[in-house]
């Protein structure tokens, strides 16, 4: 008999997992290469916070408030980031 395995998918953990990652890339001497895979995966980012608010609105508007105000050191990687909340949060899908 064949094994099956259930893979969940929680969007708001990825959110907040790349979050932490890309937080810790800013707040130091990042490698080039590693922000710039971290900046190349902010699409896939801003799809699991459109499924999360899915799930989680609060929550996600949380994450998406700690985001927004680091959009100056976001924008200064590249990862363009509107300056009006409502704006970001129609960027963002949510």
Same mark, same amino acid.
């Given at each position: 008999?064949a094994?099956?395995?259930?893979? %969940?998918?929680? @969007?708001? !953990?990825?959110a /907040?997992g790349? &979050? %932490? &990652?890309?937080?810790?890339?800013?707040?130091?001497? *990042?490698?080039?290469?590693?922000?710039? %895979?971290?900046?190349?995966? &902010?699409? @896939?980012?801003?799809?699991?916070l459109?499924?999360?608010?899915?799930q989680?609105r609060?929550?996600?508007?949380?994450? %998406? /408030?700690?985001?927004?105000?680091? !959009?100056?050191r976001?924008?200064? /990687?590249?990862?363009?980031? @509107?300056? *009006? &909340?409502?704006l970001?949060?129609a960027d963002?899908?949510i």
């Amino acid at each position: 008999m064949a094994e099956t395995t259930s893979v %969940a998918y929680h @969007p708001l !953990r990825l959110a /907040q997992g790349y &979050w %932490a &990652w890309l937080k810790s890339l800013l707040a130091g001497d *990042a490698d080039p290469d590693e922000l710039l %895979a971290a900046v190349e995966e &902010w699409t @896939p980012f801003r799809r699991y916070l459109e499924d999360a608010a899915l799930q989680d609105r609060e929550a996600t508007l949380a994450l %998406a /408030q700690e985001i927004f105000t680091e !959009r100056a050191r976001l924008g200064a /990687q590249g990862i363009p980031i @509107p300056e *009006a &909340w409502e704006l970001f949060l129609a960027d963002l899908g949510i």
